[in-house]
């Protein structure tokens, strides 16, 4: 399976066009989808303004520019 982007809101988590991700960069994040369904399921936070992983204790401190997923390791 191919790799593609994705873009999202850090507000809603709803998934958002390349043209909002210019206009928002502070507040979305685009992230690479697809490949090998392997490994252990594991949710992580991502900070929106950086594209940083930050701790889930940070993510519910700032919910409004962190994006929490659950990923495959």
């Known amino acids: 399976m191919a790799r593609r982007q994705v873009a ?6 709803r998934f958002v066009k390349a043209t909002t991700v210019k206009r ?3 507040t979305t994040v ?4 697809g490949g090998p369904k392997k490994g252990k399921p594991v949710k992580v936070a ?3 303004i950086s594209g940083r992983f930050v701790k889930e204790a940070t ?12 990923v495959r390791r």
């Open 59 to 70: 993510a519910e401190r700032h919910p409004e520019t962190t994006v929490v997923e659950t």
């Open 30 to 33: 685009v992230d690479q989808v």
């Open 24 to 26: 928002h960069p502070r």
């Open 8 to 13: 999202r809101s850090a507000k809603t988590g």
């Open 46 to 48: 991502r900070s929106a």
